[in-house]
């Protein structure tokens, strides 16, 4: 799978994953719709929090959810039905109660088919509140997070 590659930034931990494109992902113009990409982000989310040891289950004992805030999508080359989507995702930015993830999409052929970034909070169940990570929650996303080696970030993706 093409690693997208920043410019001058440390690499991390990325979740990777690849499926098909069914039929039922295809829009009346024969290609994957706008609509699946957002689903397919919602699934490497959860595979993240999975792969940090906080799969949903536990973030409801914690008491605490991710909530998101925006979803940005630059679609670029088309996917269509038969193909193989290979999906890649890092944090790009985390706070205690924050983060911003990266997410790129690659055609089977390995050209990149869309990138999106989505924003989102960590919230209380219980308060509807923003969610301070603890600093032993924090610690397990720092290796998914992407950190800029200078004062320089080029956030395009090369492949």
Same mark, same amino acid.
């Given at each position: %799978?093409?690693?997208? =590659?920043? =410019?001058?930034?440390?690499?991390?931990?990325?979740?990777?994953?690849?499926? *098909?494109? /069914?039929?039922? @992902?295809?829009?009346? @113009?024969?290609?994957?719709? @706008? +609509?699946?990409?957002?689903? #397919?982000?919602?699934?490497?989310?959860?595979?993240?929090?999975?792969?940090?040891?906080? *799969? +949903?289950?536990?973030?409801?004992?914690?008491?605490?959810? *991710?909530? $998101?805030?925006?979803?940005?999508?630059?679609?670029? =080359?088309? $996917?269509?039905?038969?193909?193989?989507?290979?999906?890649? $995702? #890092?944090?790009?930015?985390?706070?205690?109660?924050?983060?911003?993830?990266?997410?790129?999409? /690659?055609?089977?052929?390995?050209?990149?088919?869309?990138?999106?970034?989505?924003?989102?909070?960590?919230?209380? +169940?219980?308060?509807?509140? *923003? /969610?301070? $990570?603890?600093?032993?929650?924090?610690?397990?996303?720092?290796? /998914?997070? %992407? =950190?800029?080696?200078?004062?320089?970030?080029?956030?395009?993706?090369?492949?």
């Amino acid at each position: %799978m093409p690693v997208a =590659k920043i =410019k001058g930034a440390v690499l991390c931990k990325r979740i990777r994953f690849e499926q *098909p494109v /069914y039929s039922f @992902n295809i829009d009346s @113009n024969r290609h994957v719709s @706008n +609509l699946i990409y957002i689903e #397919w982000m919602e699934i490497a989310r959860i595979r993240l929090l999975e792969a940090v040891g906080l *799969p +949903l289950a536990e973030l409801k004992k914690r008491g605490f959810a *991710p909530v $998101l805030r925006t979803t940005c999508i630059d679609y670029r =080359k088309p $996917l269509l039905l038969g193909d193989h989507v290979q999906t890649e $995702l #890092w944090i790009s930015h985390l706070s205690r109660i924050a983060a911003t993830m990266q997410i790129r999409f /690659y055609r089977g052929d390995g050209q990149l088919a869309a990138s999106g970034e989505q924003k989102g909070l960590f919230v209380s +169940l219980k308060t509807q509140r *923003p /969610y301070r $990570l603890s600093p032993r929650e924090y610690a397990l996303f720092e290796p /998914y997070v %992407m =950190k800029a080696a200078g004062p320089e970030r080029d956030t395009r993706a090369a492949v």
